[in-house]
């Protein structure tokens, strides 16, 4: 009701005021209200039981095909100008709205019902001093809440205070923006020490002002006055809607914006209605065949006065007319009269025919096999059945990068250890071995607090550690301890790693799952089981890693009292800091790490030095002098950290895989070849969309340049952009330019259009989230717009969920392609509803994305046969059926019009009344439905095979204008056979027993016969596959015809019904003359042999790729599957290290004094025998978002 409600204020013209500036106060509802703030309720539905009906026949009626069919309804009302009942054009466009009324009704009450399943979750609110249980609808702004762990963030809240040292809290992004590692937030100190004390919290009457609500993810300006004083409040201190907190027990929250004003629902973008280009193109062509028609119409109408004039007195004494009607009133009804009977060259069947062809097609992609997703019990689904055929027209791919191209998944895959190179298999000929789920893995029972889940498979490794090597120890208890990692341990032996990114968790466990096991910190200590001893190392220091430094190093005092630096980072940082000693060593690693690199994996590279003592003591001393300046903190620590990470010695490398979904490079591959662009546009840093973007083919060493946009200025983004055009074409236009035309229905709509520039050789761009702020400015768009384009590969990094959005609407309005969105996670939604086809991927994000998808499926190789089959033949079979339907009924609308010339232009019928209803309803339209529904010009194995054979499908080469245009010609010369061939056959013609044929009833029955036969040879040339239901619709379809036609020119229905069906004796006594037989022969040969004979010269002169690669099909067998290689190694200079991707740590967190377990680490025994820790669990990350369904 209230929707309604909202839906009759906006009606109505009532407009809510521009909020300016929310304030509100804490456990205070009725001054709350007064603002008028909305609730926690989210409308994602179009309609509601009071707008349906309106809204609904207001978007039907955009289709200028509907409002043709209800001006022609009107027109058969009038008897004066009628030849036809009202019904057979009402009763059908009644059905037609029906149907599509009820398909629209049901998609939209799926919506309400997911709306109802998420605002009727439960949450614990305090109200008058009492936690009690409410629905999500009904959080108001101003409300206090608790959330536990695992929960998702009812609304965006300032957070108050959590059951964590420093009143912290710990959530994942992964449906804000891609990310699935943590982000913490703190609450103030002075909501902090509320604590979980109800009482304190019902009590508390902090006032906020803040800004209004908005769409920016990674900003939030306002403050808090408590007590009497007023503290900043910034994106630290609020939890968005979204997110789901990790790791934390619970916490309370202040709700700040409520459901649509949430970050969240401000990104999403709005729900719009999406027609494909050829239902558009249809509008353009109805209207010109509409004033074709009126044209017609006004000729004949003209020709029926003249001959009125000229010779319809003759007749009168025959015909007498009605009284006052004379020759001017009479050929103005005779124009209405054409305008109903010659309506059949867009009848209404049409659009009932291609409602029932996307529906088939779409159950074709529910229904396929190769799209179902065994592992999670996931099949392909098309949740809209009207965009089918845009499926084989796209022209750019947005894609998501998160969960969609990758499994949200890090595993350590190699090393380099002092020289020597572990991970790789190799056989008897020194070849590497493809690794599948057969090979053996290594055994890591011997270790009782191993990761079950971690794979490795060379036992060369184990076997080193196990052997004592000094450097192979040294390199896993460097992993044990550089980092800033949080555990945390339940239940005895049962580890829970906090990992700030998911690389830094793959580091830890391998070091865990090799014997060197990081159990527990302090902010002085570090506790590690050493191959089955516990050691604890004293952390003197953590020289925390930030996106100039690339490297992070502790400082640490081993039990004996030894002191170490132990550092990880960039090999081209930690190399430019190593001793001397280690240039040979560092040869032989930068050899392994061009090789983890030309396999797309992520390096870092491993060093240490000792320290000595009363170095680190002073240094230690100008460390906290440093770290306490009020000026120049940051470059006083940034030289001591310079002066201590020298004369490092070299242990060697990591290489850890992002992990690409299966498939995925072979997809990408695939696509390029069908001539379609793919942007990516992800959350995530720069460094790791670029990992990414190597990993899948989409970046290449072979590329002539990347370039990346990173400037920080307006001028500076225009500049680089403008360099990077230069290069890629010197002759390119300095100014974008931008040709204007008109489109659309009556040519109403603006087209703006950006054409390409032809390059060179193969680029790419990288464009930071900050850049891309300025080069969406009105002022640069166009700049970012063409640079982009001349690019083989476009990645934006660090964007918004809007941003997303804005991108692919820049590239809607000025390149006039149709362009298709695919993503995960919530972060991806207002992407997917902007593009013209949005695909949801059912992942690790949750089911935002799908529920607002035109289709999904779970797994992004799926892409591939979704379009170069799908796609393909829908749009391939959409076209053929437009071309044959109009063929066939431009050739039946023609008969009339030559028929005119000899009736006098008196809107009479050339056929049985009989035939004119049944020949778009029974006779025709089976034939072609199952053309549309099962033709295909190569199977799905070739489309795939040839992902060329897509190309035409975005140029509209199928069906277009000018393919239109010569469907009428050849309609014309078709129509000109059917009528005159007869006419000239049965002219002064007589039967066998020399009795006259040529009369009004047997022309009849044998033009519309000639007629169904020549529009079904048609059918066959059309025809690329056959079918045994092809076969029966067809071979059916003329036997109805005949059999219907005996049935209904029989005497027993005349004796029943004389009026209605006069043609008494007709059919048997016309289709028993050899001639009538050799009339439809001869006529089916003069329509047929052109066809044939046009075809045959096109394919010999100009072969399509369609025509090549069908006439390989016929000479060749069936292509296998393509073969699995083990990945090729390339030769690559580039590193793809993870420390490029990490972000700022939680170095000044645990070495924080205030920071101090919950609960305090006993003492155990060791781990290597029969103890009790034998029987330990899985190790369960904290980034891994598979823990919302274990812990429910």
Not at 578 to 591: A, D, Q, V, Y
């Amino acid at each position: 009701m209230g929707s309604a409600l909202s839906s009759f204020g906006q009606l109505c013209g009532r407009q809510k005021k521009k909020e300016e500036e929310r304030h509100f106060r804490a456990n205070d509802r009725n001054y709350n209200l007064s603002h008028h703030y909305a609730n926690n309720a989210i409308k994602t539905s179009k309609y509601n039981i009071f707008t349906f009906l309106p809204l609904n026949l207001l978007q039907q009626f955009r289709r200028l095909g509907n409002c043709f069919f209800v001006f022609l309804f009107i027109l058969q009302l009038i008897p004066q100008i009628s030849s036809l009942a009202w019904f057979t054009t009402g009763a059908l466009l009644i059905v037609v709205l029906s149907i599509t009324a009820v398909k629209d009704a049901t998609d939209d009450i799926n919506r309400h019902k997911s709306d109802e399943e998420l605002n009727n979750r439960k949450v614990k609110v305090l109200i008058n001093g009492e936690l009690q249980s409410e629905k999500w609808m009904n959080v108001q702004v101003g409300d206090v809440i608790r959330l536990e762990n695992n929960q998702y963030v009812t609304a965006d809240l300032l957070l108050l205070s959590s059951s964590e040292p420093l009143h912290l809290v710990y959530v994942e992004t992964a449906e804000l923006d891609g990310e699935t590692n943590l982000k913490v937030k703190q609450a103030l100190t002075v909501t902090g020490e509320l604590g979980g004390s109800i009482e304190a919290l019902a009590n508390f009457k902090g006032e906020v002002r803040c800004e209004p609500p908005n769409n920016r993810l990674d900003k939030f300006k306002g403050t808090l006055t408590a007590d009497g004083q007023m503290y900043s409040l910034d994106n630290d201190k609020v939890l968005l809607r979204g997110c789901t907190v990790r790791n934390t027990e619970w916490c309370f929250g202040l709700v700040i914006f409520g459901g649509p004003d949430t970050k969240l629902m401000q990104n999403s973008g709005k729900t719009t209605f999406k027609r494909t280009s050829v239902d558009h193109l249809m509008d353009v062509l109805v209207l010109c065949v509409f004033v074709f028609l009126l044209v017609m119409c006004s000729i004949l109408a003209i020709g029926h006065a003249t001959w009125e004039t000229q010779e319809g007195s003759a007749f009168n004494v025959f015909l007498p007319g009605e009284p006052g009607v004379d020759a001017p009133l009479s050929s103005f009804l005779a124009f209405w009269s054409y305008v109903i009977l010659l309506n059949t060259v867009v009848p209404l069947s049409l659009f009932v025919s291609v409602e029932v062809i996307r529906l088939g097609n779409s159950f074709y992609i529910d229904w396929d096999r190769k799209m179902y997703y065994p592992k999670c019990d996931t099949p392909a689904q098309a949740r809209t059945t009207t965009l089918n055929e845009e499926l084989g027209q796209i022209k750019y791919i947005f894609s998501d990068k998160t969960g969609t191209l990758t499994q949200n998944i890090m595993t350590f895959n190699k090393c380099s250890i002092n020289g020597n190179n572990y991970g790789d298999l190799l056989d008897c000929s020194g070849q590497r071995v493809e690794l599948n789920e057969k090979t053996p893995r290594v055994d890591f029972s011997w270790n009782n607090l191993a990761d079950p889940k971690f794979v490795f498979h060379d036992h060369s490794l184990v076997e080193t550690i196990k052997e004592g090597n000094m450097e192979a120890q040294a390199f896993f208890r460097l992993l044990a301890l550089c980092h800033t990692v949080m555990p945390e341990e339940k239940k005895e032996g049962q580890l829970h790693y906090q990992a700030q990114s998911p690389d830094e968790g793959a580091l830890v466990t391998a070091a865990r799952n090799f014997g060197f096991v990081f159990r527990s910190r302090t902010p002085e200590t570090i506790t590690v089981i050493e191959m089955g001893r516990q050691v604890t190392y004293d952390l003197l220091a953590v020289l925390d890693f930030n996106n100039v430094r690339k490297r992070m190093s502790v400082i640490v005092r081993d039990p004996e009292g030894k002191l170490f630096l132990f550092c990880k980072g960039a090999d081209t940082v930690i190399f430019e800091r190593l001793h001397s000693s280690c240039n040979k060593l560092m040869g032989i690693t930068t050899t392994h790490l061009n090789e983890y690199a030309g396999d797309g994996l992520r390096t870092l590279v491993l060093a240490f030095r000792d320290l000595d003592e009363c170095y680190v003591k002073e240094w230690m001393q100008r460390h906290h002098q440093a770290s306490t300046a009020i000026e120049g903190r940051e470059e006083k620590l940034e030289q001591l950290y310079e002066e201590i990470e020298k004369d490092l010695l070299l242990l060697g490398a990591t290489a850890v895989e992002d992990k690409l979904q299966e498939g995925v490079p072979e997809t990408i591959e695939q696509l390029a070849k069908a001539d379609i662009k793919m942007w990516v546009l992800t959350g995530d840093k720069q460094e790791t969309a670029e990992n990414i973007g190597y990993s899948c083919n989409m970046l290449r060493e072979e590329m002539k340049e990347v370039f990346v946009v990173s400037a920080n200025t307006s001028e500076g983004v225009k500049e680089e952009l403008r360099s990077a055009r230069r290069k890629m074409c010197p002759t390119a236009a300095e100014e974008p330019t931008v040709t204007k035309a008109r489109a659309g229905l009556l040519w109403l709509r603006k087209t703006e259009t950006v054409p390409d520039d032809k390059v060179d050789g193969e680029y790419a761009l990288v464009i930071n989230g900050h850049s891309l702020d300025f080069a969406l400015e009105k002022v640069l768009e166009l700049e970012l717009l063409m640079t982009a384009c001349m690019c083989q590969t476009v990645i934006c990094c660090r964007v918004t969920p809007l941003q997303k959005a804005q991108v692919v609407e820049l590239v809607k309005k000025y390149k006039q392609a149709v362009t298709l969105a695919i993503g995960d996670g919530a972060n991806d939604v207002s992407m997917i509803k902007a593009a013209h086809i949005g695909v949801g991927i059912s992942g690790q994000e949750g089911m935002q994305a799908v529920l607002s998808s035109d289709y999904s499926f779970a797994q992004f190789r799926y892409l591939q046969r979704l379009l170069l089959v799908h796609g393909r033949w829908s749009y391939l079979r959409m076209c053929k059926f437009l071309h044959y339907f109009f063929y066939k009924n431009f050739t039946f609308t023609f008969v009339h019009v030559w028929y005119a010339f000899f009736c006098g232009f008196s809107a009479q019928t050339v056929y049985d009344q009989w035939f004119v209803s049944m020949y778009n309803v029974l006779y025709t339209v089976l034939p072609v439905v199952g053309m549309s529904l099962f033709d295909q010009d190569v199977n799905d194995r070739w489309s795939s095979q040839y992902p060329q054979l897509y190309a035409p499908g975005p140029l509209n080469l199928y069906f277009n204008k000018k393919s239109f245009m010569r469907c009428m010609i050849h309609s014309c010369f078709s129509s000109l056979v059917v009528f005159f061939i007869p006419w000239a056959a049965m002219h002064d013609t007589v039967r066998d027993d020399g009795k006259d044929i040529a009369d009004y009833q047997s022309f009849a029955l044998l033009v519309q016969t000639c007629l169904l036969v020549v529009v079904n040879i048609q059918l066959c040339l059309d025809t690329y596959y056959w079918t045994a239901v092809n076969q029966f619709f067809m071979w059916g379809s003329l036997a109805i015809y005949f059999l219907t036609t005996f049935a209904m020119h029989s005497n027993d229905m005349f004796f029943i019904f004389a009026s209605v069906f006069p043609f008494i004796g007709t059919a048997r006594s016309s289709l028993n003359q050899p001639s009538v037989w050799l009339t439809i022969f001869l006529t089916c040969l003069l329509c047929g042999l052109p066809v044939v004979a046009f075809r045959f010269m096109i394919i010999q002169l100009r072969p399509t790729i369609n025509d090549k690669v069908r006439l390989k099909v016929r000479k060749e067998a069936l292509p296998a599957p393509a073969p699995r290689h083990p990945p090729a190694r390339r030769s690559s200079t580039r590193r793809s290290s993870y420390a490029f991707s990490h972000a700022e740590g939680y170095g000044d967190l645990v070495t924080s004094r205030k920071f101090l377990p919950r609960c305090p680490v006993k003492s155990r025994p060791a781990l290597f025998n029969n103890s009790p820790l034998a029987q330990n669990r899985p190790q369960l990350y904290r980034t891994v978002t598979e823990e919302t369904r274990t812990s429910a």
